[in-house]
């Protein structure tokens, strides 16, 4: 009997003749950049670096498209918000020591959001591993284990032979559920040596399905079907599974009222008659959750954004479905399916009961009118007002890139995504410089449309330099700087917890003056002419910069027992 994975392909009489006349001139870069593109790679983000040569040399030789960026932590930011947007494993070229360890920021918040990263790196020459002090230019010990503990998988080559094969596995364990960076090191030796292994034509790295397991999901059919208030979280494993339609129809079927965490932020109707919309970080809609007597958490760790900083208490059932087995009952114990969200969410299709539950859409609006009494009551409407011109400026089908700055806490929980895999933030590992840089990867991956970035003037500081990337490569992106003279969100925090605020304050450049010293055009804006700067901003092509000179506010937290 013949299996379907036994079956080889016959190369043709072409095919052979070319693999045993390769052309001359090539080397061990060329056999990266041919993975690559058998694999279906067309853009690279990347910076060189002497170790690294030979995989940038190799790049003039090939299809693919390079866009290099000014510093190798935005480089990893730009791969990251590619994998996002196009769902592909983005490749991100890096040379040795220094230029592989600046992107560690860019790769962990990538793990954290599951984004699909492939990250090449060069290392020092073969003769140095092995954690001798060799002397080399760049060298470390044991460069991989400085990634160990941030990425998915660590793929070392030591022979040209072994190159196809490493990226491959990397690809297909960047793409098998759940999605994220992967890390590929190749010594510079390997990478400058001439080769005559034949040109790579193709790839097969299709990654694995998580499936779930189906006396799982029949329990957790069961206990849905017959749930009096069952309710729903939906966090960022739904948007990277591309299932939000499939969660639309399962809360639907269920009556189950919806809230979406910062990862999940469009995976379902902002305005639906089930949608608690995104207010996770709200007492209000806290107490409704713990309420539930069935909850199911698909796609989420229920981590301290998701959890109300942990001050979640359910009551009822849990359901969790997650794609990182480290997740899955970290917080809660729970019924755990690990399982990609959109083939969990299918089993469940196939086996709920549909629920009638009159009452579902009533309770939401309830719970969402208590929320806005409850910001209502805090005086925050220059808050509100900034936020609503962003979004009336930003066209619906165009995504956005938020720093951590005090208007992406906002928008966390106020902001209408306009559907899934549109808004994106540094909210999973929480470092700061990733809406600029990311926002040009997006543009990159999807040139149609234009895209917003937002940051604070603090974030705006770590990936101003990216302005010459936008410039050089045409990238359709609106820059929003809030600049409030310092790092906002920590003056609050600090003000609130000591009374006064230490190290906080920032000595800034004129932002409008120092794009245009870029070739990019700025503008200062106001509180109210925002809306239609910003509009205009994004209606035309190439980068614009928009500053709002302004200090935000955070509505109260509801965490800290005071309510």
Known sequence: MTHDHDLVLRPTREQIAAALNPPAGRNGGDLVVETLAGLGATTVFGLPGQHALGMFDALRRSDLRYIGLRVENNAGFAADAYGRITGEAA?????????????????????????????????????????????????????????????????????????????????????????????????????????????????????????????????????????????????????????????????ETLQAPVVTTPGGKGAFPWEHPLSLQSWIEDRHTTDFLEDADVLLVVGSGLGELSSNYHTFRPHGRVVQIEADLGKLESNHPALGIHADARLALQALLETVSERQDESAPGRVREVLAKVAARIAAQDLTLEQEVLASVRRALPAGSPSFWDMTILAYWAWSAFDAKGPNRMHSAQGAGGLGYGFPAALGAAAADPTRPVLAVSGDGGALYSIAELATARQYGLDVTWLIVDDGGYGILREYMNDAFGEATATELTRPDYVALAESFGVPGVRTTPETLEADLAKALSEPGPSVVVLPAVLRMFAPTHLGSE
């Open 91 to 251: 490749p991100l070229l890096l040379s040795t020591g220094p230029g592989a360890l600046t992107s560690l920021a860019a790769l962990q918040e990538a793990a954290a959001a599951s984004a699909p990263v492939l990250a090449i790196s060069s290392q020092i020459p073969t003769a140095g591993l092995g954690g001798g002090r060799h002397g080399y230019l760049h060298e470390l010990p044991d460069q991989a284990a400085s990634f160990r503990g941030v990425v998915k998988s660590v793929h070392t080559v030591r022979a040209q032979s072994q190159i196809p094969s490493a990226i491959e596995a990397a690809w297909k364990s960047a793409l098998t559920a759940p999605h994220g960076p992967v890390w590929v090191e190749i010594p510079q030796d390997v990478l400058l040596a001439g080769t005559s292994i034949p040109v790579v034509t193709g790839g097969d790295a299709f990654p694995e399905e998580l499936v779930p397991r189906p006396e799982l999901t029949a329990v957790a059919a069961h206990l849905l079907s017959h749930a009096e208030r069952p309710a729903i979280i939906a966090g960022g494993g739904v948007v990277r599974a591309d299932a939000s339609k499939k969660l639309l129809q399962l809360a």
